[in-house]
């Protein structure tokens, strides 16, 4: 069955230094992958996805995501984090099912940026 | 478009009583997803409707909650009774469904829950 890790609960970085927020994927085909970020008393905001083709997803705010399947990871990444950058990351996968399909997230990571 | 829609944003109330949560998902939309978020469990998936059809009730969590979905731009998730551990922020979301190719969720802005 789909299903992602993310081995850290918590990345702590400088200001203006790169950030990496890890996502490793478990799935049986052609995965469809997700970045969402959650702001304090806010919903999740999506923020990126990867279907097909290149391996490099760009989304908002700046962020990236590097699509790796010989690693079966999907790793969100900044060249420079900002403190308002500062959130709640999940990852998630797509499961499909019969009717209607659905995502499946991680646990979360909390990135702490600071100045 | 508005974004996904819910109401209340919060909602105290207490033990015993019946809570109802109310969400509108994005025109178009054909699926749609009620969410439980705590620190203790994170986020878990309660149920999810395709066309106004229930497809995965699974991680509903006892028989005292319940979801509808009348119509494609209305649904509700009520408890009752409520308890003190329901308390809880409960996200809506809702996709493109199988008529989309992502399946790319879109999140409401919550309904922060509190049970005395």
């Known amino acids: 069955a789909q299903s992602v890790a993310q081995p850290e609960d918590q990345v702590n970085v400088a200001e203006g230094n790169p950030l990496t927020v890890k996502c490793t994927y478990s799935v049986s085909g052609n995965p469809y992958l997700f970045w969402y970020v959650q702001y304090p008393n806010r919903g999740l905001q999506f923020l990126l996805k990867y279907i097909t083709g290149d391996n490099l997803v760009k989304g908002s705010y700046g962020f990236e995501a590097e699509f790796n399947k010989s690693q079966t990871s999907f790793h969100l990444k900044k060249p420079s984090a900002l403190v308002s950058d500062s959130a709640l990351y999940f990852c998630?996968?797509?499961?499909?099912?019969?009717?209607?399909?659905?995502?499946?997230f991680g646990a979360g990571t909390i990135l702490r940026v600071k100045s | 478009d508005a974004g996904v829609i819910q109401s209340p944003r919060h909602e105290v109330t207490e033990m015993g009583q019946e809570v109802t949560l109310r969400c509108k998902p994005i025109?178009?939309?054909?699926?749609l997803f009620w969410y439980r978020q705590t620190m203790m469990r994170g986020l878990e998936l309660l149920i999810y409707f395709n066309n106004n059809v229930p497809i995965d009730d699974s991680g509903m969590p006892e028989d005292r909650f319940s979801a509808k979905m009348p119509n494609a731009s209305f649904s509700t998730l009520k408890i009752q009774p409520s308890e003190p551990r329901d308390s809880a922020v409960y996200f809506c979301a809702s996709s493109q469904g199988l008529a989309g190719r992502s399946d790319t969720q879109y999140f409401g802005p919550g309904t922060r829950l509190t049970v005395l």
């Open positions: 025109s178009g939309h054909n699926s």
């Open positions: 998630a996968v797509r499961r499909q099912m019969e009717y209607g399909n659905k995502l499946v």
